[in-house]
């Protein structure tokens, strides 16, 4: 497979909030991203190089054909501060290297297939738990200043072991301030729903059915709802995220829902559904915020903020900040979520790239 160039566009079309303000600097920085080679991992790179000029952004991932082919779309003659460094989050020495002057570190690298994940369990949590676990020990051995862990919505009340893994990551997180002791170095993580284009994703599997002449779409459960968010705004809100944080937080985005029958339906209009069952590990709704948690969650206009219940100081810090604590029984759901994603909205976001 050849090399793709990095999307350009400055106006792809969005499903909600743009999550642009406020903004971490990132001139003159040192960023790592684990798992850069992935679907964030390349909008980040395309982000980063289109917005800042940092000191160094250091491309972690362990895939060298990867590497490989996103450097001829990235060519170091014009982007000298990228660093291709191969590597796994496995690998604690490794990280520890790459870290070496790093600011700032997106932690992205993770096993995140569902089905195989329950097929491949040791596998699953040597990356997703393990990983986690070492990316915090070399932070806090570097003296990197500021690390944002990409988390999912499967975290959030797990039914399968790939969301297991990484609500056990998240907890990882959330604690590595403890563990930073009089270490400068932040942890937070973000948590999002599906995103739009990326691998695994629904949306282009709907569309691949439809260019291959399908008959029929398959629909696992008709009342089957998801978050949606796209690349550009995921990168955005990270990014919003590094520079907000005060540390042991996770970041939940305002963002929509729909049905999977009317993702469907926006994409092949002529096309029937045939309902397959829901798969094993899938859940009906998804879910970002437990009901559990609202007693620990802050809202402010874009986003919500679950703190860490045991440091009261965080709660305290955010309502001076004009956050409003959610009311008990609050819970954060796809099929109970106030914003709806419109059937024209997610066309032109699909047909924008």
Known sequence: MSATAPNRSQTAPSIGRDFLTPRADLNGKTVLITGGTGSFGRAFVDMVTRNFTPKKLIIFSRDELKQYEMA???????????????????????????????????????????????????????????????????????????????????????????????????????????????????????????????????????????????????????????????????????????????????????????????????????????????RSGEKLHEIMIPEDDARSTVELDDRYVILPSHVPAKREAYLALGARPMAEGFSYTSDKNDEHLDAEVLKAVLDGG
């Open 72 to 278: 001829q779309a990235f060519p170091i003659e014009r982007w000298p501060y990228l660093r291709w460094f191969i590597g796994d989050v496995r690998d604690a020495a490794r990280l520890e290297m790459a870290m070496r002057d790093v600011d700032y570190v997106i932690h992205a690298a993770a096993l995140k297939h569902v089905t195989i994940a329950e097929y491949n369990p040791f596998e699953c949590i040597k990356t997703n738990v393990m990983g986690a676990e070492n990316v915090v020990n070399a932070a806090i051995a570097r003296g990197v200043k500021r690390v944002v862990a990409l988390s999912t919505d499967k975290a959030a009340n797990p039914i399968n072991l790939y969301g297991a893994s990484k609500l056990a990551s998240d907890k990882i997180f959330v604690a590595a301030e403890a563990m930073a002791g009089a270490s400068e170095t932040r942890f937070s993580v973000v948590r999002y729903g599906n995103v739009m284009g990326s691998r695994g994703s629904v949306a282009p599997f709907f569309q691949k059915l439809l260019a291959e002449g399908a008959s029929e779409l398959p629909i696992t459960d008709p009342r089957m709802t998801r978050f949606w968010i796209t690349l550009t705004q995921g990168v955005n809100f990270v990014l919003s995220s590094l520079e907000q944080m005060q540390g042991a937080e996770i970041f939940v985005p305002k963002i929509p829902s729909m049905k999977t029958t009317e993702l469907a339906t926006a994409i092949a209009p002529h096309l029937p559904h045939k309902v397959v069952g829901i």
